[in-house]
């Protein structure tokens, strides 16, 4: 995600590739409430400082979105595409490929990532690191979609780890069945390097949702919705809400205007805020490292300064000009 007008806003999109028509059926991890990974940290934690802040270019994917798994929907008639319009090779965004009305689904898919739990949010994404590069180590199912739909995200925000041992203390926390073999091994044979795992916490909190579940806080990737850029005034809503029947959240995408073909579909990051816009621009860069450039903000800005004119400089002008019909009287008055 994602600012109409910014290369690091691409942060939240990318796209699908053949390897993805995988089913999604897999895809779907997490348990609500589960404490079976949440000691994952224990042992890694401390070391685990917040240091720098970076952000990062995504892959430049792009096509449709192929999502087969049973129940869940994704439209057709969208595609991620690089938008020349934002600037930048891997600026990428959602766009109709036809005319869409107001009101039309083009989203409806469970998070393939989801945690819900007490502890700080920088756990739990560290938490869903585990899940993830646990997934990589094992050859599990969901390898071929984690590597084209996961690894393939922008990254950003502060560092999780400090330093190179940090990450090999985390990856020896994912002990390989029936072998003395640790993730760590893994990564000093090479399969993955030690630079992709310190990016990969960036990534789960750079595309994360934030969710909540009876009181307690969470947090979702849904990779078909990260291609989506910013705009204040946007044209498609999302919504999240859990499913019982699913037990996982689930992400629906509608329009909420008449869409033409061609045209970018855009979402708000921050919906219903009520920031004013130095605070709105600084919500943005400190989150997705951009500032919203759409229609709305710059008319906002204009309206910030027409006021301050009014405000300020008009007066300003009433009093100078009122000295200097005082001098011009005194002067003719001398005269
Ligand atoms: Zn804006």
């Excluded at 895809?27 to 940290?41: N, W």
């Excluded at 005319?99 to 869903?128: H, K, S």
């Excluded at 020896?172 to 399969?191: C, H, M, R, W």
């Amino acid at each position: 995600m994602r600012c109409a007008g910014s290369c690091c806003a691409t942060a939240v999109r990318m796209a699908s590739t053949p390897a993805m028509k995988r089913s999604m059926a897999v895809a779907v991890p997490s348990t609500l409430g589960s404490k079976s990974v949440s000691s994952i940290t224990s042992s890694s934690s401390n070391a685990l400082v917040c240091s720098t802040r970076t952000f990062a270019k995504p892959s430049a994917v792009q096509g449709p979105i192929t999502n087969s798994k049973e129940g869940t929907y994704v439209s057709t008639e969208i595609i991620v595409d690089m938008s020349q319009a934002l600037g930048g090779q891997y600026a990428r965004g959602m766009f109709a490929k036809r005319d869409m009305a107001y009101g039309r689904e083009i989203l409806n898919i469970p998070a393939f990532l989801m945690y819900i739990g007490d502890e700080p949010q920088r756990e739990q994404v560290l938490i869903l690191t585990k899940e993830v590069f646990s997934k990589l180590v094992l050859n599990h199912p969901d390898k071929k979609f984690i590597e084209a739909r996961i690894l393939t995200m922008a990254s950003g925000g502060f560092s999780y780890f400090t330093r190179e041992r940090d990450v090999q203390e985390f990856a020896e926390t994912v002990k390989i069945p029936n072998s003395f073999k640790t993730g760590a091994d893994y990564l000093q044979a090479g399969e993955y390097g030690t630079f992709d795992l310190q990016k990969l916490p960036l990534i789960l909190d750079f595309n994360r949702w934030d969710v909540e579940y009876r009181g307690r806080k969470g947090i979702c990737i849904f990779p078909e919705a990260q291609y989506f850029n910013h705009q204040c005034d946007a044209n498609v809503e999302i919504s999240i809400s859990y499913s019982k029947s699913k037990e996982n959240f689930v992400l629906s995408a509608r329009t909420i205007k008449p869409i033409q073909a061609g045209e970018e579909l855009f979402i708000n990051y921050l919906p219903g805020n009520t920031l004013p816009l130095s605070r709105l621009s600084l919500a943005l860069r400190k989150r997705w490292g951009f500032e919203c450039t759409c229609v709305v903000c710059k008319s906002r800005a204009i309206g910030a300064v027409t006021v301050i004119f009014v405000a300020v400089c008009l007066p300003f002008a009433i009093f100078m000009r009122s000295v200097y019909v005082a001098r011009m009287d005194s002067k003719q008055r001398g005269l």
